[in-house]
């Protein structure tokens, strides 16, 4: 890679001189795209002076002045802070103290104890920097809790002021997308039923999905979570003290003398509808871990294009896309003084901001105005865990209520000549077909998730605003025409890596043509007289949205 701005630049000057050319205007039913649009605003947002767009980093105060100059020269209004372009964000940077923490258990064998980052993971608290928990121990199957899927793990359980054990992951069958969800809440579920702690174990399914190695890559990393009105870090779940993360010697002594094994209960957990029922375990266990906390500032860049017509205008449809990324890698042994180590996400994700960008400009510069609002969002804090998108669903620049949609670009792969897409969360609402009829005209398909075993439903923006009750999709380029490969070989080599950037072969004129699927998508969103509803009996929108309109499926 090459850094192609020198550092004294000033910001003003930095911004100016890469700004892609302003393109013609063009009419709704024919937007222009190109390669080279696509290309520039990522060769800026990907290059090294950006050092990786880490949350709270100058690097991505850069990236976001960048957009909202991009936002200004469009004559988007502005919806962040005060009139401004940016909605500034306070969170919490939680690290590991120097001593490291330890779980020990104790049981029928006596007491055996371990390290963070050996066989334990051990997780910290944004709001007690010493923690030091004990109490009795008590299995819950996989810790869910939910009456429309028939689960109910805590029957006939005491935890109260226990630390329950789960397993990881959801009963093997559930539907994908409402088992992400139901196993992203298990700490709600806990704490409603007066948990204070949580050790979590690994399936036969789990583990093949998710290697304890791979675990522990991510062990040290900071936590990080906004900040409230009241000063404190936002945490669904602040009555679960401690937790952590078991690797086998751990779990073995965890179930020494249990009335079920490990070995049975995982037998039970790899066949469809298998759910083992919980017990009290033979034993206590203690977690112990000191943290240091600091506050760190990284803002949302946000806009609004008012629609045209006198009463949908007070109607919005949000377009996002997260703008952070993982900064530079900490060194290995063994590096040589010139060693890569910044990870630039030119794919993950400046390829979704440069698609998101392109669509601003054709909706701006188009003389048919949308008829619905439309919000673009450049959010922080993605790769924290959706922090930034998080908190403009619960702090929105205009109510909630009126926010109708939402379709989130998150690492489109622009490796190859895509001719389908794949819409995350379609089959929830009616934006699967309208997403379908959008890029009909194009001859692009709308596929079916082809990783439901990942979940990727609700690890992307967008699940932020479902949560809020917003029908939303996740769009991302397909499978076919070599999308399976080029998928397979990204993410198990650039992705979070130092090799994404920009000397991959990345195809701009597959940049231009998902613009232009997303302009359609956006624009149908936008002109359509009816909004996106959630389909009657969805459990997403039963959740969520028990009493908006829904449509039939």
């Known amino acids: 890679m090459k850094t192609t701005i020198a550092l004294a630049a000033p910001l003003a000057a930095i911004t100016a001189l890469l700004l892609p050319a302003a393109l013609p205007a063009q009419t709704a039913a024919d937007p222009v795209f190109t390669a080279a649009a696509m290309r520039a605003h990522v060769e800026f947002l990907a290059d090294d002076l950006l050092q990786g767009r880490d949350t709270g ?155 304890w190695s791979r675990m522990v890559h991510f062990a040290n990393d900071p936590d990080f979570g906004w900040v409230g009105p009241d000063g404190k870090p936002f945490d669904e779940a602040p009555g679960i003290r401690a937790s952590a993360s078991l690797n086998e010697p751990a779990v073995d002594a965890l179930f020494a003398g249990a009335p079920q094994s490990i070995a049975t209960i995982r037998k039970l957990t790899d066949k469809a509808g298998g759910k083992p029922k ?40 949000v377009l996002s896309a997260h703008l952070d990324h993982i900064g530079i890698s900490e060194a290995k042994p063994g590096d040589k003084p010139d060693t890569d180590r910044i990870n630039n996400g030119a794919l993950d994700n400046a390829a979704g901001i440069a698609t998101m960008l392109e669509v601003a400009r054709a909706m701006a510069q188009s003389p048919e105005k949308p008829r619905r609002s439309i919000i673009f969002l450049a959010s922080t804090g993605e790769e924290k865990g959706l922090l930034g998108a998080d908190y403009f669903a619960r702090h929105p620049a205009v109510p909630v209520k009126q926010i109708v949609g939402n379709v989130d670009l998150d690492m489109p792969l622009l490796l190859y000549p895509f001719t389908d897409v794949i819409a995350f969360g379609a089959n929830h609402s009616t934006l699967g077909p309208i997403v379908a009829k959008a890029v009909a005209p194009m001859n692009i398909k709308l596929s079916p998730d082809p990783m439901p075993q990942e979940g990727i439903f609700v690890r992307s923006d967008h699940y932020m605003f479902v949560k809020q009750g917003v029908p939303a999709v996740f769009l991302a380029t397909g499978y076919a025409n070599g999308g399976e490969k080029a998928w397979g070989e990204f993410l198990g080599g650039a992705y979070h890596h130092p090799g994404d950037d920009m000397s991959q072969k990345i195809d701009w004129d597959a940049g231009a043509r998902f613009a232009e699927a997303n302009y359609r998508i956006t624009r149908v969103m936008a002109d359509g007289d009816t909004a996106p509803l959630w389909y009657k009996g969805d459990f997403f929108g039963d959740t969520f949205a028990a009493d908006a309109e829904k449509a039939a499926k």
């Open 278 to 317: 919980g017990f009290a375990l033979k034993g206590t266990a203690r977690i112990q871990v000191e943290s240091v906390g600091k506050r760190v500032s990284s803002p949302n860049v946000v806009a609004i294009l008012p629609g045209s017509d006198p009463v949908l205008k007070n109607e919005y449809v």
């Open 57 to 211: 980093s100058e690097g991505h105060e850069i990236a976001a002045r960048y957009v909202a100059s991009q936002f200004d020269g469009l004559g988007l209004k502005p919806a962040g802070d005060d009139g401004g372009w940016l909605q500034r964000i306070a969170f919490q940077q939680t690290e590991r103290a120097t001593t490291p923490g330890t779980l020990t258990l104790t049981g029928p064998k006596g007491a055996k104890n371990w390290t963070h980052g050996t066989d334990v993971l051990i997780g910290m608290n944004a709001d007690d920097p010493n923690v030091d928990l004990s109490a009795p121990l008590v299995f819950v199957g996989y810790g869910i809790e939910n009456a429309r899927m028939g689960i109910n793990d805590y029957a006939g359980l005491d935890v109260k002021g226990k630390i329950v054990v789960t397993l990881r992951g959801y009963p093997k069958g559930l539907p994908s997308e409402e088992g992400a969800h139901l196993s992203a809440t298990k700490a709600q579920a806990a704490q409603a039923h007066g948990a204070v702690g949580m050790l979590s174990v690994g399936t036969l399914q789990s583990m093949k999905a998710r290697p």
